[in-house]
């Protein structure tokens, strides 16, 4: 896997105990962790804890960090523990307050509100790791090797999980399909 | 109901969700504050991020320790807890017996006392071998 010249000299940096370069890193793979934890907790406070939860236990284990390989799939790795984490520690919530969580984030509630809210109410209903599969994969454009890094599982389970979630996630939007 | 969100039929090639709904997904998972100002609320987020590095970082190797400090202080508390039992269990015969002999002072009976002129078996024995001998 070829590493940006950027992310390797800062995370060289970084292990020697550079705190900018550390701060570099952030910067450059804050938004995918973002997005990685989100995928896994659904709720946004819960995300945030988690990247920040993740990027200070990479920075603990920073010194173990083999700087010939990428920082990002090792990090999404650590961000995704942690949002495993918070996620077991949640599972009482309800599925109404994960749609709330997912419909706040639209700027114009008011457009196209009852499609939004199936998507939320399908995407929540979806298994954790069937919903951290389809946003890795198709929002995120993670492969399927690098997600099953994420979530420690083979490459090929990841595709065949992603095929099923995709599956599903049709089944239960299928009547908005219909409509349409 | 909009038509952007039809989905590939099923003849189609692709098994992709299609770009409608990734957009709709991508959207649905946008931070709230980055919706309106993303580089505020991306720069926010790496200070807050780096505000709790540093503070790892001032605590140094304590702060890898914290997490199990919790159960070595229970594991501790166990192994005095269970120390102390042990401990108190081996002590008590003595400490029975040393009581006994404070709170009940040895009464000997009057009978156990030799009485002037009785015989004392070996004593006297000895005295009539000695007087034989010597005569």
């Known amino acids: 896997m070829r590493i940006p010249d950027e992310e390797h000299a800062l995370a060289k940096a970084a292990r020697e105990g550079d705190q900018n370069a550390f701060a570099g890193l952030v910067r ?42 990428g920082f990002g799939p090792w990090l999404n790795r ?19 307050e994960l749609t709330e969580a997912l419909k706040s984030p ?11 809210e199936r998507l ?9 790791r069937a919903r951290s599969v389809i946003v890795m994969h198709d929002v995120e454009g993670f492969t399927h090797a690098e997600i099953g890094e994420v979530l420690g599982i083979p490459g090929g389970t990841a595709r065949s999980d992603l095929h099923h979630a995709r599956l599903k996630l049709r089944g239960l939007l299928k009547d908005m399909r219909d409509d349409a | 109901m909009t038509d952007e969100l039809k989905f590939p039929a099923s003849g189609e090639r692709s098994d992709s969700i299609g770009e409608p709904l990734v957009s709709l997904i991508r ?10 100002w993303p580089d ?17 970082a001032e605590k140094g190797w304590w702060a890898e320790l914290v997490p199990w400090a919790r159960i070595g202080l229970v594991a501790a508390t166990a ?23 404070v709170v009940q002072p040895e009464i000997t009976s009057a009978s156990d006392e030799p009485i002037a ?19």
Do not use: C
């Open chain 2, 117 to 135: 002129g009785q015989y004392v078996a070996g004593e006297t024995d000895a005295a009539a071998l000695s007087y034989y001998l010597s005569n």
């Open chain 1, 120 to 128: 939320a109410v399908a995407l929540a209903e979806l298994p954790e």
């Open chain 2, 40 to 56: 505020a609320y991306w720069a926010g987020l790496e200070r807050r991020i780096m505000a709790r590095v540093s503070e790892t």
């Open chain 2, 79 to 101: 192994i005095f807890a269970v120390a102390g039992i042990v401990n108190q269990q081996l002590t008590e015969p003595d400490d029975q017996v040393a009581y006994e002999a």
């Open chain 1, 28 to 69: 450059l793979h804050q938004r995918r962790a973002y997005l990685v934890a989100r995928a896994i907790v659904t709720v946004h406070e819960d995300a945030e804890d988690a990247v920040q939860e993740g990027f200070v236990k990479a920075y603990q284990a920073i010194g173990r960090f083999d700087t010939s390989q």
């Open chain 2, 27 to 36: 959207e649905a998972y946008t931070p709230p504050d980055a919706a309106a």
């Open chain 1, 106 to 116: 639209f700027r114009n509630p008011a457009e196209d509100a009852e499609l939004k």
């Open chain 1, 78 to 96: 650590i961000v995704a523990n942690a949002a495993l984490d918070i996620a077991r520690r949640r599972k009482v919530r309800t599925t109404e």
